[in-house]
């Protein structure tokens, strides 16, 4: 499960690191700037009052972190002033400062609203670096509330000004967005690279200001870590952060830090550590009005209650978290703490509720990756791409544009002296002109076609993806109901044709998932397919045969669905008949999975056992074994057969069959 990356969006481009020092001289300048005004007997405000507009903006700001309340006050007069004076400038800046302070406190609509209010006013005055301002606060905003799509856009579109404008912070502190963003689709090649991007970017300019981005974008990486399960690793990182954060009181920052070690400790089953950890994160959520937070800590607290068995609290924990996640319409908090509920009242035997919260979790999981969104996302990165290629035309036509304009000079000067041949070459160049535009128009028109083409495989592709996606989801429903179902049968037999059953589904949902996580959409990695599917055997039978040993060997085999599907069967049911048969009078043994190749099309799968071995005389075509049974079928399917080497001391079940797609292909 992903955890939430972390830390205050809107502190990675507006506040510094002393911020309480600067808050200090701020409200120094502003009431020297009110005394000034009093000793001249001012009191209608006019144009000169921008310095004080500007000042309240700047103070306002260093309170988004420490006080929150306080901070909208602030840029609230701020806001007012500038309407009063007719300074636009600062109305639109003032709005930027509202979503700021709106996005610190989880309330993600009322920034998306000042930053609309801000975007026209920025665009009208032609400031690139307010503008930036307000894509980015739009951009994180929507982060926050899962819609990708206008998050990817504006996100870019803030990195593109400041990228101009060569600002360095808040081209890193973007980048630090846009890792989040890829986090959560996910996907961690473009989650890390981001995240070096930003800190590559902040050593071009290693300003002191500058380490607190520095710090938040390197608990970011700690988080990375944990959800690759490296917590010692993480662990380390998280506590220089914690040192940094407490010495210059970024308390919102130091609450995500607590969060995560807590999460981290309470993976590690250190359980005491986890809940201390995530108490302080609760405490410092609730002092900075964090509600997104809030609502993680509470979730995360009931996790760890969960975890060690205390059923009565991790309840109420939960519920609190799901209620304030609700309030403030943050899906992915919303969908861990349904799932989270529904575990809980599992564990409770309340299992009527257990399946109320895990369709709610289905139903906040499917809304957050609906083909929509996918297809929504890849218009987008086309888009950027798109527009790319057209600025690198637009200037190579400008450099054709400017030689013809010196050629045109040139021919100008000569004219009287050589009339007739000037004559010619123009007609000349006039035909080569015309066959160039003539070339250009037709490379566009393919290149539309092209890129038409393009659009269209990845749409359908996007569709193949949720299409495997959601099948793989209803086997897991499929399943879950099965796995619940044996809690009320007490027969050993219905039990274990239930758990038959429950393999069977299993294969066939793990192969839908590989298929949607899969960059080739139509090909299934064979290992990693029979690794996943062999582990899930292994954890069935723990305890049964806790010290049996399997080995796979598969290399570099990739085959269609139809022949995986039906391969993956027959793994399932001979390793299961292995555990079950094999091994049921010893304690140890060794269990090999091997498929080679024989040719292009033919290949041979073999299932090994160091067991007693079959009876004598033991023959496949006459047991009465389902699953053999359907072996044989399944290797009748493939165009191959099934067959059976045995002795006192080892058995191989041998199944040659072939590449269904090859073996169509060759027909």
Avoid at 413 to 419: A, E, P, S, T, W
Avoid at 519 to 541: C, G, H, S
């Amino acid at each position: 499960m992903l955890n939430k990356l972390h830390f205050l969006f809107a502190l990675l481009l507006f506040v510094g690191v002393f911020g309480q020092q600067k808050a200090d001289s701020l409200q120094k300048e502003i009431a020297r700037y009110e005394q000034i005004q009093h000793e001249m007997k001012i009191t209608k405000p006019s144009l000169a009052d921008s310095v004080k507009a500007k000042l309240l903006l700047k103070l306002g700001k260093e309170f988004t972190d420490s006080d929150p309340r306080k901070a909208l006050h602030l840029i609230n007069q701020s806001l007012r002033l500038s309407e009063q004076i007719n300074f636009p400038q600062g109305i639109g800046a003032g709005y930027n400062g509202l979503a700021l302070v709106y996005n610190s406190k989880s309330d993600f609509k009322l920034a998306i609203a000042a930053c609309n209010k801000a975007v026209p006013i920025n665009q009208k005055l032609r400031n690139p670096e307010n503008l930036g301002y307000s894509y980015a606060l739009l951009g994180q905003a929507y982060l926050y509330l899962n819609d990708f799509t206008f998050s990817l856009k504006y996100l870019n579109d803030a990195y593109r000004i400041f990228e101009k404008l060569q600002k360095h912070r808040r081209m890193a502190a973007l980048c630090n967005d846009l890792a989040i963003l890829y986090s959560k689709l996910p996907q961690a090649d473009k989650q890390l690279a981001y995240y070096n991007k930003g800190l590559k970017i902040l050593e071009i300019e290693n300003a002191p200001q500058n380490m607190d981005l520095r710090f938040i974008i390197k608990g970011n990486i700690a988080n990375f870590y944990s959800d690759q399960k490296q917590f010692t690793k993480a662990n380390a990182i998280l506590t220089d952060c914690i040192a940094y954060n407490e010495k210059h009181n970024l308390w919102s920052n130091a609450a995500f830090v607590y969060q995560q070690l807590g999460s981290n400790y309470g993976n590690m089953h250190q359980y005491d550590k986890a809940l201390a950890f995530m108490h302080k994160a609760l405490t410092n959520f609730i002092k900075t009005s964090n509600k997104s937070g809030e609502a993680d800590a509470y979730r995360k607290i009931g996790e760890v209650y969960f975890l060690s068995g205390k059923m009565a609290l991790a309840e109420n924990f939960t519920q609190k978290g799901l209620q304030l996640s609700t309030q403030i319409g943050e899906l992915e908090s919303m969908k861990f703490a349904y799932e989270n509920l529904s575990k809980i009242y599992a564990k409770k035997g309340n299992f009527k509720l257990a399946y109320l919260n895990h369709l709610q979790y289905k139903k906040v999981s499917d809304s957050m990756f609906n083909s929509e969104i996918n297809a929504k996302l890849t218009q987008i990165q086309l888009t950027n791409e798109f527009e790319k290629k057209e600025e690198i035309l637009r200037k190579q036509q400008q450099k054709r544009d400017e030689l013809h304009q010196i050629e045109a000079n040139k021919q100008k000067k000569f004219k009287y002296i050589v009339l007739i041949s000037m004559f010619l070459l123009s007609i000349v160049t006039a035909s080569i002109y015309r066959n160039l535009k003539n070339y250009q128009k037709q490379r566009n028109i393919i290149q539309r076609q092209k890129e038409q083409i393009e659009a269209s495989l990845q749409e359908k592709e996007t569709l193949l993806r949720e299409i495997h996606h959601r099948v793989k989801n209803n086997l897991q429903i499929i399943s879950s109901l099965l796995n619940m179902q044996s809690d009320h049968i007490n027969d050993k037999a219905v039990l274990d044709m239930i758990q038959e059953a429950q393999s069977r589904v299993q294969t066939m949902s793990l192969l839908h998932q590989n298929l949607y996580q899969s960059e080739e959409i139509n090909e299934v990695d064979v290992e990693n397919y029979i690794k996943r599917l062999v582990a899930y055997i292994t954890q069935l039978f723990e305890g049964h045969a806790s010290k049996v040993k399997t080995n796979v060997l598969v290399d570099g085999i990739y085959f269609d669905f139809d022949t995986a599907i039906s391969l993956g069967l027959i793994v399932n049911e001979l390793v299961t008949n292995a555990y079950k048969y094999a091994f049921n009078q010893q304690a140890d043994g060794l269990i090999t999975i091997q498929i080679r190749p024989l040719n292009t099309v033919d290949y041979v799968l073999t299932v090994s056992d160091n067991g007693p071995g079959l009876p004598s005389g033991f023959k496949t075509e006459n047991t009465q074994s389902l699953g053999l049974k359907l072996v044989g079928i399944l290797s009748r399917q493939l165009r191959g057969k099934f067959t059976v080497n045995t002795t006192e001391s080892h058995t191989d079940f041998i199944v040659t069959f072939k590449d269904m797609k090859a073996y169509h292909a060759g027909l």
